[in-house]
């Protein structure tokens, strides 16, 4: 798939992409499964509609910073020839992203006009990064056995047998954690009765009678205290009236305020050896942070990046039998020192932890300049 050097032309304000970003946004298609980086244009147009489409060879010529960046790319490929064929390590966690949930979850005369699907996914995917968490973002037909915890944000459309699957992989050991307008319709989008979360509620123990769509402006507090918060969180777009309908469920959080101040707002059901969590409020990537390490702990995830660096760098693995390369994005404007890494560094600069000589040693310090990559290699397990 194409990819840009810099500006695109096709957004309402295409801007220049900044130093380090081209190198970057290219090991991280790499990092996520890439063999290839592959470009348009090879030379920017003169005329025609994409002629303010960046390219390797700008206008300006061979003499210009996007040039220079792409062949000083080239070079940083070819030091990461022995990562192609491998393939992408499965993480712990994942975020399930169903496109039909989308798109029915967005049609109109539905309770609110304000859900953005995408959104959803993202502030977990966020909070997750902000963790330190690897996660992968998978499909309703992928399989979930590798997955100790599964993200399944407002999975509006579930037919039957993906409801019997989501228990299967509770009760085998999986966390499910799932939300508001989750479970309510099948895959012709037809109700499912009884009431809310539909083909989900027995496997979640919980029951919603009406939808809790709030309006612009207003929110929710969430009791901090039972998840070994400093504060409350803040709840908006939605505040479900949650009954507890199995003596299984824990109650993980309540409403502070509202109109269901003291109720249930986070619960979680033992299923089998796993279990089945429900949010019933949109709590943002901020509070979702607050809430997943609960989660997290449950599933017994714990993040590989030394504390240090979690939610400021990103890491992501490749695998061959002999080999798991690890790629760690600096995600932010300042640069970052990530240590206690094992293994060979192909790429980023580093030193010895105990003579500051620049050399491949078995402990390394990495400094990654903003929006840095660097790339270690260390044997299989």
């Not at 979930?144 to 019997?164: E, K, N």
């Not at 109700?191 to 029951?207: F, I």
Request: glycine share 10%; hydrophobic share 45%; proline share 5%.
């Amino acid at each position: 798939m194409e990819h840009s050097t810099s500006a695109v032309n096709w957004q309402p304000v295409n801007v220049a992409k900044r130093p380090g970003d081209l190198a970057r946004d290219s090991l991280l298609h790499v990092a996520h499964g890439a063999d290839g980086i592959c470009f348009f244009q090879w030379r920017q147009s003169a005329a025609g509609a994409e002629k303010y489409h960046s390219a390797m060879v700008p206008h300006a010529g061979e003499d210009s910073a996007v040039f220079r960046g792409v062949t000083e790319l080239g070079a940083t490929l070819a030091e990461l020839a022995p990562v192609a064929g491998s393939v992408r390590e499965p993480a712990a966690v994942a975020v399930l992203f169903d496109w039909e949930s989308w798109w029915a979850g967005e049609q109109d005369s539905h309770p609110t006009s304000r859900l953005d699907y995408r959104q959803e996914a993202l502030d977990w995917y966020s909070a997750l990064l902000a963790l330190g968490i690897r996660a992968d973002v998978i499909t309703t037909d992928a399989d979930l056995a590798p997955y100790r915890l599964l993200v399944a944000p407002v999975l509006h459309v579930v037919p039957g047998d993906l409801a019997d699957r989501l228990a299967r992989y509770a009760e085998g050991g999986g966390h499910l954690v799932t939300t508001y307008f989750s479970g309510v319709v099948d895959e012709n989008d037809h109700v499912w009765l009884g009431g809310y979360p539909g083909a989900l509620r027995e496997l979640l123990g919980v029951r919603v009678e009406e939808f809790g769509p709030l309006l612009d402006g207003d929110a929710v507090a969430v009791d901090g205290d039972a998840l070994s918060l400093d504060g409350d969180l803040t709840g908006t777009l939605w505040a479900d009236r949650v009954d507890v309908v199995d003596p299984a469920v824990e109650v993980l959080a309540e409403y502070r305020s509202g109109e269901h101040a003291g109720r249930p707002v986070v619960t979680r059901r033992r299923a089998g050896s796993g279990t089945a969590a429900y949010v019933g409020t949109r709590l943002g990537a901020e509070g979702l942070a607050g809430l997943l390490p609960r989660l997290l702990d449950a599933a017994e995830v714990r993040s590989e990046l030394p504390a240090a660096a979690r939610g400021r760098v990103e890491l992501t693995v490749r695998r061959t039998e002999d080999h798991r390369y690890l790629f760690l994005v600096n995600r932010t404007d300042e640069a970052v020192t990530v240590t206690g890494l094992v293994g060979d560094v192909l790429i980023g600069a580093h030193e010895d932890v105990l003579t500051g000589t620049r050399e491949d040693v078995p402990q390394s310090h990495l400094t990654l300049p903003p929006r840095g990559v660097a790339v270690l290699r260390e044997p299989a397990p």
